[in-house]
C-alpha cells in the first residue's frame, strides 16, 4: 500500500522560511517514473501545484514560485523536503505531497495523495 | 502557463442524476488531462487520467472525455458519496488546476 505523509509546523512567522517533509512509504522514491510532488490549497480555494521531483532526480517549479522553492530527497530515508522562503500570511494553505506517475508523453497525474498539513502564516 | 477553467462552478443535483462538468484549456493539451474528487476534509482523490482511464476502484458511473481543449467529466446515476468538488488538473509543460466545481444535493 502507497501512503505519503506530510510533516512540518503548523505556525510560520511571516519573512520565515518554511520546511515541509513528505514521508513515502509502499514505493521507493527511485522508480522508473514516478516521483513526489508537493501541492497547495489556501483554505476555500483551489489546488495549486508547486513542485515535483522525479525517479532520476529532476526536477521542476511553479513558475511563479520558483525562486521560493526548493525540492529535495533523501532516498535512505524515502523522504521529499520542500523548502520555501519568505512565507506571507497569502502563503496559508494545506499543503499537500501526492506521488507523481508518469504516463505516456507528457501525461502525469497524482495518486495518492498524503492527508496534507495545515501551515498557517501569522506573527 | 496553461489555464483551466471549469464550468459550471457550482451545481445542485439529485441521487440518481447525470451530470456533466467541462474543463476548458486555454491552448491544446492533446489528453493530458486528469479529474480529482475532494471531499471537505480530505485529500483529492484520482478519478480519470488521460481524459478517459478510469482509475482502479473508481465506479464505472464516472466517466471522462475529449481532447484538445474541452473536456468533460461525466457521473452518470449520482449517488449520495459523489457530491464533492471535482478538479481538472493538465500536465503539458507546467502543471495547473482547474478552479474546482462543487456538486451539491439537490
Known amino acids: 500500500q502507497v501512503t505519503l505523509k506530510e510533516s512540518g509546523p503548523v505556525l510560520v512567522k511571516p519573512t520565515e522560511t518554511l520546511t515541509l517533509t513528505c514521508t513515502v512509504s509502499?514505493?521507493?522514491?527511485?522508480?522508473?517514473?514516478?516521483?513526489v510532488s508537493w501541492i497547495r490549497q489556501p483554505p476555500g480555494k483551489a489546488l495549486e501545484w508547486l513542485a515535483h521531483?522525479?525517479?532520476?532526480?529532476?526536477?521542476a517549479y511553479s513558475t511563479s514560485l520558483t525562486s521560493r522553492l526548493s525540492i529535495s530527497r533523501d532516498t535512505s530515508k524515502s523522504q521529499v523536503v520542500l523548502t520555501m522562503t519568505n512565507l506571507d500570511p497569502v502563503d496559508t494553505a494545506t499543503y499537500f505531497c501526492?506521488?507523481?506517475?508518469?504516463?505516456?508523453?507528457?501525461?502525469?497525474?497524482?495518486?495518492?495523495w498524503g492527508q496534507g498539513t495545515l501551515v498557517t502564516v501569522s506573527s | 502557463d496553461i489555464q483551466m477553467t471549469q464550468s459550471p462552478s457550482s451545481l445542485s443535483a439529485s441521487v440518481g442524476d447525470r451530470v456533466t462538468i467541462t474543463c476548458r484549456a486555454s491552448q491544446s493539451i492533446s489528453t493530458y488531462l486528469s479529474w480529482y474528487q475532494q471531499k471537505p476534509g480530505n485529500a483529492p482523490k484520482l478519478l480519470i487520467y488521460g481524459t478517459s482511464s478510469l482509475q482502479s476502484g473508481v465506479p464505472s458511473r464516472f466517466s471522462g472525455s475529449g481532447s484538445g481543449t474541452d473536456f468533460t467529466l461525466t457521473i452518470t446515476s449520482l449517488q449520495p458519496e459523489d457530491f464533492a468538488t471535482y478538479y481538472c488538473q493538465q500536465s503539458l509543460g507546467a502543471t495547473t488546476f482547474g478552479q474546482g466545481t462543487r456538486l451539491e444535493i439537490k
Open positions: 509502499g514505493f521507493s522514491l527511485t522508480n522508473a517514473r514516478m516521483g
Open positions: 521531483i522525479f525517479w532520476n532526480d529532476e526536477k
Open positions: 501526492a506521488r507523481i506517475v508518469l504516463g505516456s508523453g507528457e501525461l502525469d497525474w497524482f495518486d495518492p
